[in-house]
T-cell receptor
Framework: DAGVIQSPRHEVTEMGQEVTLRCKPI?????LFWYRQTMMRGLELLIY????????DSGMPEDRFSAKMPNASFSTLKIQPSEPRDSAVYFC????????????FGPGTRLTVT | KQEVTQIPAALSVPEGENLVLNCSFT??????LQWFRQDPGKGLTSLLL?????REQTSGRLNASLDKSSGRSTLYIAASQPGDSATYLC????????????????FGKGTLLTVNP
């Protein structure tokens, strides 16, 4: 299996622009997670899905952030409009069944907002 | 609110030494605890997952223990190697205040381990 796939790997954009991050979970995995990692705040869980349904989005920082999972093999995290403080590495992870199962992480997307 | 603390923030040891990394959490009502490894510029790799009913898990040179009552977990690395150099993070899976279906996951900030040849 190719593992969790994220694209793009790097994104540089200007403040105010829309940014869309993409994730393909491991085939057969039913739970998907979006994280953000910064030096100041460490790794934060933003939202997770189970069977394509958002279960907990309490970690989403504000309304500028939205996430979707239209099918079992694809998810997006969108930031609109982007701000410099959104600069971070965004990780996607998936697990087999339950949200408490072992998680497999993607390589991350490094986002820089200037 | 669950808080996860990892001490020390950084650790440097000579090759071959046995070492212990620490993780503490404030709310003992957890489902499980996971230890991850993160290499620079990479995603996280799961090392060990301990269920709340377990006391320890072992994988090769790694042994993780869990003491729920004291809110502590340790990751023991035997005979350390330069290839073990990485950041090690622990994550606690627990139930939020709003009820049984509101699962939460909280990470510590990690311990940066350097094993010197």
């Amino acid at each position: 299996d190719a593992g969790v796939i994220q694209s793009p790997r790097h994104e540089v954009t200007e403040m105010g622009q829309e940014v869309t991050l993409r994730c393909k979970p491991i085939s057969g995995h039913n739970s998907l997670f979006w994280y953000r990692q910064t030096m100041m705040r460490g790794l934060e869980l933003l939202i997770y899905f189970n069977n394509n349904v958002p279960i907990d989005d309490s970690g989403m920082p504000e309304d500028r952030f939205s996430a979707k999972m239209p099918n079992a093999s694809f998810s997006t995290l969108k930031i609109q409009p982007s701000e410099p403080r959104d600069s971070a590495v965004y990780f996607c992870a998936s697990s087999l069944e339950w949200v408490g199962d072992e998680q497999y992480f993607g390589p991350g997307t490094r986002l820089t907002v200037t | 609110k669950q808080e996860v603390t990892q001490i020390p923030a950084a650790l440097s040891v000579p090759e071959g030494e046995n070492l212990v990394l620490n993780c503490s959490f404030t709310d003992s009502a957890i489902y499980n605890l996971q230890w991850f490894r993160q290499d620079p510029g990479k995603g996280l790799t799961s090392l060990l997952l301990i269920q709340s009913s377990q006391r320890e898990q072992t994988s090769g040179r790694l042994n993780a223990s869990l003491d729920k009552s004291s809110g502590r977990s340790t990751l023991y690395i035997a005979a350390s190697q330069p290839g073990d150099s990485a950041t090690y993070l622990c994550a606690v899976f627990w139930v939020g205040n709003s009820g049984g279906s509101n699962y939460k996951l909280t990470f510590g900030k990690g311990t940066l381990l350097t094993v010197n040849p």
